[in-house]
């Protein structure tokens, strides 16, 4: 039994040995600690350890009332009995009223000890009642701190308990609930379909546990996790349910951003374009779908292999494998490219050029190495034959060019650029229409964007105008580049240079005109020799038949001298036309030049001067003296015609050459063999090029009527023609002309006997 | 009479040349194309010919080609006017073909009348013609 701790506030020491008596009587065992005035009394209030205090009413400092007093502050809830001789009714009920449990008369001691006893109990019973009710405050608090929401439910489908969290939840509050039954809070229909199924299962002893999203007022749409939890609350029988609703849409999003983006580098990682490994010790420990379609392997079999594995042991730069792979560690401590153009083998033997990223990472201490391995055969199949195709066009004869869809150059190829006489640099960024030569009529470059609007392929011939200004007659074909869209992006310009082409169709198409006029002319001379053969003839008869003194004599001597000058003019016809008949000697041009300026000299008026210059090498050709004294005089006498008013110097100047390609390909007949030619510039007029195209043509003449005949330059033409050579004309209106005529030399040996037979004649 | 057939296309010169030698008392014979000249040498047998050298039926080559060999002792003058090809060629072939004269028009009528009578001298006087 437990010792009873009893403080007792008495001054009679004889009354505390009369209580001590009663207790010890009663068989109570405790410990009694006698005080006598107030300082003592608080000091063992502060000090012991007390179950009960017992206290005189009436002291001579102190008193009961004053004792309860101190104790009711110092220690709450312990019993205090007032132990009194004389006591009113009115103090008695005083005391109790502050407080003391009970009080007891000296006179009637024996109460003392079921007083007590019964003190203690009651004071044991609020004990207890005040450690409940401190713990169930601490659960409420605990509930209501709960963010989940928490309700009691009995069978009854009735709430009997909710927390804060469900009220603040549902904007509701706790009375608005307690009492209240699923169905009229939630409504019919819910707790029919929803709610009923759930409280019946947990009910009949089961934890049922559900996720779904419902809307909450305070907060909108939500997800929960909610459980019900059958509780017995006496006995084995579920009397109720609890509901514990927790709010998880923040986990539930967290998760499910986690699985999306999860699922989204397992997406990337699968699908990438790249082969994408991941290595360990050099072993692949995962690979994507992509790398088992690259090399052709099962994932199984990737999975036993290594990087080194898939390399094709001597690489494309004569390299060997393993030295990329001892370079892993430095690449992919920086992280990037390991290697480019490297050659990969498959499972079926099949090699693919790849570029390979890599990085490496460290896992629970362990490193890996990713690679990226990116198939570029393909690509650089498609560079490949792009540059052959770029190369190609650079090397290509025609001249390429693009622009932009504003005429912009974008690109020449190397033989535009030199035709043009641009550098490549130049001519980009330049427009279309500064190769154009103004006088390229606006209509040409509007039918030409006309057609290449409509998407069509324009062709025809342009001039264009190079860096020199030098105009170059071009056929030209344009044609638009469309976009996959249908959009034209830029134009192709495919140019060839028919500049000299065109020189010798003119040519051609001149030769081919002087070839039928000599045919036509012949023709009209044979049936004029026909004609003077028969005038000639009756004139001579006639003159014949009379006497000098007859009256028609002198008439029909009139007709035979002009007779004679037709026959003349007929015969220069004939020549033109390469049809009389001629004696063909060896000839020294030089010494017949200087005979034929010889000549001229008397008749050349004071302000010309004929200058002559003879290479020594130039030797002889084979044609009549005659013809070609013909052709000399006859353009000399043009020079001083043009030179007539103004004066000027007629140059005469002769070489031996070659003929050049570039005359070759103006000249077609011309041979590879010596030629000599011979250049006659004057000083004087000069022509324009309508009449430099003609002046061989016969009766073309730029003579008043009546000086010339039209016939002097085309039996020049048909002299050279008949001796196998060439005659040309260049003219500057204003500057003069000069004439060069290329005549073949003698062969050589011949060439011997001449220069001998000169000798000889100089000797004898 | 010393008889000369003249062959030549052009019909004013043709006459110029029969008038010309009717002058010198040679008797004339005149065709205008080589097969009409055939025609008349069926027949007759003429000292001298004269030629054209282009003709439209037959060309005057032919002709004194046929000539030398059915009768090689007739003297030939070949007479060209040049035109659609080289005169100087044809008449070349004629002499070769075995003409004695070539003549080009136009050409002098003395100088022709002189030939024409050297060959018919030639032959009065019994001797052959020049090779």
């Known amino acids: 039994m437990k010792t009873l701790r009893i403080l007792y506030l008495e001054d ?9 008596e009663y207790l010890e009587e009663d068989g109570i065992v405790f410990d009694l600690i006698h005080v006598k005035t107030k300082e003592d009394f608080i000091n063992a209030l502060k000090e012991e350890e007390l179950d009960i205090i017992l206290a005189d009413f009436s002291l001579p400092s102190f008193d009961g009332l004053e004792a309860l007093d101190i104790t009711q502050q110092l220690i709450s809830d312990i019993p205090f009995i007032i132990i009194s001789g004389v006591m009113g009714e009115e103090l008695a009920i005083e005391a109790l009223k502050s407080g003391a449990t009970d009080y007891v008369l000296k006179q009637r001691l024996s109460r003392l000890v079921p007083s007590i006893s019964r003190a203690l109990l009651e004071a044991n019973e609020r004990a207890t009642r005040l450690k409940a009710e401190s713990e169930r405050q601490k659960y409420d608090f605990i509930v209501n701190a709960s963010k989940s929401m928490f309700t009691l439910v009995d069978r009854n489908y009735t709430y009997e308990a909710v927390n804060d969290a469900f009220c603040k939840a549902h904007n509701l509050v706790r009375d608005q609930i307690i009492g209240k039954s699923l169905k009229e809070v939630w409504g019919e229909d819910s707790f029919d379909k929803y709610i009923k199924k759930n409280f019946d299962d947990s009910f009949r002893n089961n934890v049922v546990r559900y996720q779904a999203w419902f809307e909450v ?11 019900f939890y059958p509780y017995k609350e006496t006995g084995d ?15 539930q999003k967290a998760e499910e951003a986690m699985r999306e983006s999860e699922a989204k580098y397992r997406l990337l990682f699968d699908h990438a374009a790249e082969a994408i490994l991941l290595e360990k010790d050099g072993l692949i420990t995962t690979c994507n779908t992509r790398a088992v379609e690259y090399f052709g392997y099962t994932k199984q079999q990737l999975l036993s292999k290594g990087l080194l594995d898939l390399l094709v042991k001597i690489q494309p730069d004569g390299s060997d494998a393993s030295k990329h792979a001892s370079e892993l560690e430095a690449v ?25 990223s890599a990085a490496s990472f460290q896992l629970k201490g362990e490193t890996f190495y990713q690679f990226f391995i990116h198939d570029i055969t393909e690509k650089a199949k498609a560079e490949e034959s792009l540059k052959r195709l770029a190369e190609a066009m650079e090397q290509s004869v025609e001249l390429v060019a693009v622009t932009d869809i504003k005429g912009h150059f974008v690109y020449v190829n190397k033989a535009c650029a030199d035709k043009l006489e641009y550098s490549k640099k130049e001519i980009i960024g330049k427009h279309i229409t500064q190769i154009l030569p103004p006088a390229v009529s606006k209509e040409t470059l509007y039918q030409m964007n006309a057609v290449l609007a409509d998407h069509k392929v324009w062709s025809g011939d342009l001039d264009i105008l190079s860096k020199r200004k030098q105009q170059l007659l071009v056929s030209a074909r344009v044609s638009p580049i469309r976009s996959k869209e249908g959009d034209i992006t830029s134009y192709v310009y495919v140019l060839r240079d028919i500049t000299e082409e065109s020189k010798i169709k003119a040519y051609l198409r001149q030769a081919q005109k002087m070839e039928t006029i000599g045919t036509l002319a012949g023709g009209i001379a044979h049936d ?27 008439d029909l001597e009139q007709i035979a001298k002009a007779t004679e000058r037709a026959k003349g003019l007929v015969n220069q016809i004939l020549t033109f036309s390469r049809q009389v008949e001629t004696k063909p000697e060896e000839v020294r041009i030089d010494m017949l030049i200087t005979e034929a300026t010889k000549l001229l000299a008397a008749s050349v008026p004071k302000n010309i001067r004929i200058k002559q210059g003879m290479a020594a090498e130039c030797g002889g050709v084979m044609a009549d003296p005659s ?34 390609q570039r005359l070759k390909s103006r000249f077609p007949e011309l041979e590879d063999k010596q030629y000599i030619s011979l250049t006659f510039k004057d000083t004087g007029t000069g022509m324009d090029d309508a009449t430099a195209e003609r002046i061989f043509e016969p009766f073309f003449t730029t003579k008043p009527v009546g000086e010339g005949t039209g016939l002097g330059l085309s039996v020049v033409h048909g002299i050279v023609k008949s001796l196998g050579g060439e005659i040309f004309a260049e003219s500057t209106p204003g500057k003069g002309s000069t004439f060069t005529i290329l005549l073949p030399c003698l062969e050589e040996e011949k060439q011997k006997s001449l220069s001998n037979a000169d000798h000889t004649d100089h000797r004898g | ?24 008392d040679f008797r004339v014979l005149e065709a205008g194309t080589g097969l009409e000249a055939l025609q008349i040498l069926d027949y007759y047998i003429p000292d001298m010919v004269i030629t054209d050298i282009i003709m439209p039926d037959q060309d005057g080559i032919g002709t ?43 050409f002098d009528t003395r100088l022709f009348l002189e030939k024409v009578h050297e060959l018919m001298n030639l032959q009065e006087s019994g001797n052959n013609h020049p090779q």
């Open chain 1, 12 to 20: 009679t020491d004889y009354d505390v040995d009369l209580v001590r």
């Open chain 1, 217 to 227: 007022p305070s907060r909108g749409l939500r997800c929960f996790e909610v459980t």
């Open chain 1, 237 to 251: 029988d579920v009397t109720h349910t609890v509901v514990d609703t927790m709010d998880i849409t923040d986990k």
């Open chain 1, 332 to 356: 992919t401590s920086k992280g990037g490219l390991l290697g480019t153009n490297w050659e990969f083998k498959k499972k079926n033997k099949r090699t693919f050029i790849a570029d390979v």
């Open chain 1, 528 to 554: 004029f020799n026909n004609i003077i053969a028969t005038i000639t003839g009756h004139t001579d008869i006639a003159l014949q038949d009379i006497k000098p003194d007859n009256p028609v004599y002198e």
């Open chain 1, 627 to 660: 013809q070609l004294h013909q052709v000399i005089m006859n353009i000399c006498t043009n020079a001083i015609y043009a030179m007539k008013d103004s004066g000027g110097i007629l140059h005469i100047r002769s070489k031996s050459l070659v003929p050049t």
């Open chain 2, 1 to 24: 009479m010393p008889t000369i057939l003249i062959i030549e296309d052009d019909t004013d010169l043709r006459r110029m040349l029969a008038k010309l030698l009717q002058r010198e």
């Open chain 2, 64 to 106: 004194i080609n046929e000539l030398k060999k059915v009768y090689p002792e007739v003297k030939i003058i070949a007479i060209s006017g040049g035109g659609r090809m080289l005169s100087k060629d044809y008449l070349e072939i004629a002499k070769i073909l075995g003409a004695h004269y070539t003549f080009s028009k136009p």
